[in-house]
């Protein structure tokens, strides 16, 4: 199994551009979520799915979209990039949804928005 | 909103030492989890530890929680070089999907 897979590892926009992150895992998790991480603030959490075509906010959600279509993929887009959102980005799953259990995380995207 | 926050400094000893770090949250958690993060890669799950025990083992980590503090700690014991990472706690409380990260703590192993 591939586990969580992320693409890309490294991208580079400019202000104003979107984009897709994407993630896939091969493990039939019900829970995917997408977390950034940023110098000094930990980990924070973008959205989150408890399964197929249920999506929920986290704590940062403003300036992202998520949507689950399939229990394998849970893309994240950036509809308007900023400088702010300049962060490396995490995908996680886990199989239980109603208590959360141990997650797996992908390797990460790093994003850099000029 | 941030739950786990790990005591923020810096750990730096020599291989064979101990480690400890600390946790403490703010409110009433279902779980508590630690995950091992190596440069440039993502988490990596450790041990979870449920609202109602307050010891657990794996391998050379031990980890504890004391609910009446709201707080948690990781022992490492006979570090080694490759245990050089950031660790981070996460709380999930009861009744919500989501898993709260602290801001970790780096240890580094000297060998």
């Known amino acids: 199994n591939a586990g969580v897979t992320q693409t890309p590892k490294f991208q580079v926009l400019k202000t104003g551009q979107s984009m897709t992150l994407q993630c896939a895992q091969d493990?039939?998790?019900?829970?995917m979520s997408w977390y950034r991480q940023d110098p000094g603030m930990g980990l924070r959490l973008i959205h989150y799915?408890?399964?197929?075509?249920?999506?929920d906010q986290g704590e940062v959600p403003n300036g992202y979209n998520v949507s689950r279509s399939t229990t394998e993929d849970f893309p994240l887009r950036l509809l308007s990039a900023a400088p702010s959102q300049t962060s490396v980005y995490f995908c996680?799953?886990?199989?239980?949804?109603?208590?959360?259990?141990?997650?797996?995380f992908g390797n990460g995207t790093r994003l850099t928005v000029t | 909103s941030q739950q786990g926050e790990e005591d923020p400094q810096a750990l730096s000893i020599q291989e064979g030492e101990n480690a400890t770090m600390n946790c403490s949250y703010k409110?009433?958690?279902?779980?508590l989890q630690w995950y091992r993060q190596n440069s440039g890669r993502g988490l990596v799950h450790l041990i979870l530890?449920?609202?109602?025990?307050r010891e657990k083992h794996s391998g050379r980590l031990r980890v504890t929680l004391d609910t009446s503090k709201k707080s948690s700690s990781l022992l490492i014991t006979a570090s080694r070089a490759a245990d050089t990472a950031s660790y981070f706690c996460?709380?999930?409380?009861?009744?919500?999907?989501?898993?709260?990260f602290g801001k970790g703590n780096q240890v580094v192993v000297i060998p």
């Open positions: 996680a799953s886990s199989q239980r949804p109603k208590e959360v259990s141990p997650l797996h």
């Open positions: 493990m039939n998790h019900e829970y």
């Open positions: 799915s408890v399964g197929a075509g249920i999506t």
């Open positions: 409110t009433s958690i279902n779980n």
């Open positions: 530890i449920r609202s109602n025990e």
């Open positions: 996460a709380t999930n409380s009861y009744g919500n999907n989501r898993l709260a």
